[in-house]
């Protein structure tokens, strides 16, 4: 149990164009989900912390009009990349955390983004 | 801002052998977590370790935390080739359960 998926795996787009990616919970309810952003051989930085039915909370630095995010249902979070520029390129992961448990997060497997 | 710190940054071993990596953190935390991933992958969640913790185990991993110190390590032991990954760690400061990664450590794994 416990799985998360990311749609899509990857995705190549021109500069200027949005491009909007999808992060599920198959087998549970996800109250929250987080987004991160993940540089070749770099660390996650945490963008966004998602609650199902409100806005996001965006962390420092983060242009919230630039990367939208709808959590819509428990189960369904989407991140929207708006105006796609080369310098967003980058690998976009998206966790869950269940309704009842409290520490652990399940990841999604990923999206990589190339913007031209 | 990144909350962990990881030492080693990379690290090469022979299968069989064990490795240990290091998380240091600047203020006090909740709880820690490891994560480990595969190359282009997700995350996959290895052990957490509460405040009040200060080791555990899981398999042939173990986990000890030293919050006088801020810092966290892990220890893989018997090493597989497998095992070659990235391994970060991740710290909730806030208790609001939103975990601050840290740089990572590189392992590989040689058979």
């Known amino acids: 149990g416990a799985v998360v998926s990311q749609h899509p795996s990857w995705v190549i787009c021109k500069s200027g164009t949005s491009v909007k990616i999808e992060c599920r919970s198959l087998d549970f309810q996800a109250t929250t989900m987080f987004w991160y952003r993940q540089f070749p051989k770099q660390s996650l930085m945490l963008m966004a912390t998602s609650n199902e039915g409100s806005k996001a909370t965006y962390e420092q630095g983060v242009e919230k009009d630039k990367f939208l995010i709808n959590h819509a249902s428990l189960t369904l979070s989407t991140l929207t990349v708006t105006s796609a520029h080369p310098e967003d390129s980058s690998f976009y992961i998206c966790?869950?955390?269940?309704?009842?448990?409290?520490?652990?997060?399940?990841f999604g497997p990923g999206t990589r983004l190339t913007v031209l | 801002s990144q909350q962990g710190e990881e030492d080693p940054q990379a690290l090469s071993i022979q299968e069989g052998e064990n490795a240990t990596m290091n998380c240091s953190y600047k203020t006090s935390i909740n709880n820690l977590q490891w994560y480990r991933q595969n190359s282009g992958r997700g995350l996959v969640h290895l052990i957490l370790?509460?405040?009040?913790?200060r080791e555990k185990h899981s398999g042939r991993l173990r986990v000890t935390l030293d919050t006088s110190k801020k810092s966290s390590s892990l220890l893989i032991t018997a090493s597989r080739a497998a095992d070659t990954a990235s391994y970060f760690c991740?710290?909730?400061?806030?208790?609001?359960?939103?975990?601050?990664f840290g740089t990572g450590t590189r392992l590989k794994v040689l058979a």
């Open positions: 370790i509460r405040s009040n913790e």
């Open positions: 966790s869950a955390r269940r309704l009842a448990g409290k520490y652990t997060q399940y």
């Open positions: 991740a710290t909730d400061t806030s208790g609001t359960y939103k975990y601050i």
